[in-house]
């Protein structure tokens, strides 16, 4: 052989080797690093930041504290944001609902969450989540893709890297957006659960909630499916010339994604099909579970995902950005996501599938313990807060029943048990079985991970 015929045969080899590893539904060789405790996760991401003050993280004293200042020797010169900067004053403003203690655990939950109470025994508290960022864009970016500037991959294209898919006929990671009160929020783009510099496969495929679920899932009228069939067998035979000739892997990512649509028009309408689900189960979620794109609607959708094999479920709620209305708002949001959210946790453990599913809620970060702007005795509001605020996590292998971590009396700094982003990643990870500092990517030279130079597994949360 020629040094020419060698050259001209190597990309064909090399696309053919990728192809061949696309087409598995293994992960990456040698993982899981060690034994899992959960096969799966679904993220109830709630994007805006929910005040931790109205919903988990209850601070009696700040009654005593009504409309006074917020001491500089508590706030210690934190960066605040610029709808804040411009006040000459903080004045404190307590919560105005109520909390109660609820199951064996003891655990306080605001009267918002009367069903999430009710499950508090199942739930793992982490009252001392912190973040460095404190606007929205880099603190969802930071928490979804463990960078807060863009362009790395989210944390379901790592898992998915990582681990692969457990089934064939659905992606491994699927994302779900819910519009929130007012069908507003702060905007989410398709970056969030991008893949970044990994191969393209393992970007978030999003569920719609108008029409089809995923785009060209029908066939046009007149194109029956065995057409469908032969004409993506002919445009596949043309992409595998090309991947030979050039050895390109987004070739053989575009081929896994023709034959993956092409298994989705049969899996699709089987997943959103209600009509085999109990009322029983229904009524569970909510009114609004037989509504597409309503956060009920798509926790039962994240309940048949995990059963069908999805390996990453991420759902985001929009709207929690309080930075005024907050008395009238947070029970819109609270009512939205309540009872959804804990029926989410029933339904999993009912089915025997809580053990090996991790379930997160929490956002992006919380809010400030002052009021932003006009205070008034029925209206107020509060601004981003990321140096303290409270996520819970559930199954997959943490110890349910428990609060970890605490903050002082304003609800403004931690005092026990701090956890940063990465470590609350690198746990998630550890919980699948993945060294979060052995799961790498090379790219540009450097090898990258999803927590970058930073996290450690909280083991005491772990079961």
Not at 104 to 125: H, N, Y
Not at 136 to 165: E, K, N
Not at 426 to 450: E, M, N, S, V, W
């Amino acid at each position: 052989m020629t040094r020419r015929q060698l050259l001209q045969r190597i990309p064909g080899a090399l696309g053919t080797a990728a192809l061949s590893h696309l087409l598995k539904a293994e992960g990456l060789t040698g993982l899981p690093h060690h034994k899992p405790t959960a096969k799966r996760v679904i993220y109830l991401f709630q994007s805006g930041g929910p005040s931790q003050m109205e919903t988990f993280d209850y601070k009696p004293r700040l009654v005593e504290f009504q409309n006074k200042d917020l001491p500089e020797s508590v706030r210690q010169g934190q960066r605040l944001t610029t709808m804040s900067a411009s006040q000459s004053s903080f004045p404190i403003v307590p919560s105005k609902f109520s909390f109660a203690k609820h199951g064996q655990s003891g655990a306080l939950v605001s009267e918002l969450l009367p069903k999430t109470a009710g499950i508090a025994d199942k739930l793992t508290f982490v009252k001392s989540m912190f973040t460095e960022q404190i606007n929205h864009d880099p603190a969802v970016t930071y928490f979804q893709t463990g960078f807060q500037i863009a362009g790395r991959p989210s944390m379901g294209s790592w898992v998915s890297y990582g681990l692969g898919a457990e089934t064939k006929d659905l992606p491994a990671f699927v994302v779900m957006i819910s519009p929130g009160s007012n069908g507003t929020g702060q905007p989410l783009y398709d970056r969030l659960w991008g893949s970044g510099f990994l191969p393209t496969r393992y970007q978030g495929v999003k569920f719609r909630s108008v029409g089809d679920p995923v785009l060209y899932l029908t066939s046009p009228d007149g194109f029956p499916e065995e057409n469908r069939h032969t004409y993506l067998e002919t445009l596949n035979s043309m992409n595998r010339l090309k991947l030979e000739e050039t050895g390109d892997p987004e070739i053989s990512t575009r081929i896994a994604q023709y034959e993956m649509a092409f298994r989705m028009q049969t899996s699709v309408p089987e997943l959103t099909d209600l009509s085999k689900e109990s009322s029983t189960v229904l009524d569970s979620y909510g009114p609004d579970a037989r509504k597409p794109g309503t956060f009920a609607y798509n926790c039962l959708m994240a309940r048949r995902l995990a059963e069908r094999g999805v390996r990453f479920i991420q759902l985001y709620h929009r709207d929690w950005d309080h930075h005024g209305g907050l008395p009238a708002g947070m029970p819109k949001m609270c009512n939205q996501t309540d009872q959804p959210s804990a029926a989410l946790i029933q339904d999993l453990e009912q089915r025997g599938m809580l053990d090996d599913t991790l379930v997160i809620w929490g956002g992006e970060f919380g809010r400030t313990v002052y009021c932003q702007g006009r205070l008034t005795k029925d209206d107020y509001g509060r601004d981003h807060h990321p140096r303290c605020f409270t996520v819970w996590l559930a199954g997959g292998g943490v110890k349910p029943g428990i609060t970890w971590g605490a903050t002082d009396d304003y609800g403004y700094n931690i005092t026990e048990n701090p956890v940063h982003v990465h470590d609350l990643q690198a746990t998630i990870l550890h919980c699948l079985g993945i060294d979060h500092k052995r799961l790498t990517y090379q790219f540009q030279g450097r090898h990258f991970r999803l927590t970058d130079v930073g996290g450690n597994v909280v083991k005491d949360l772990l079961a």
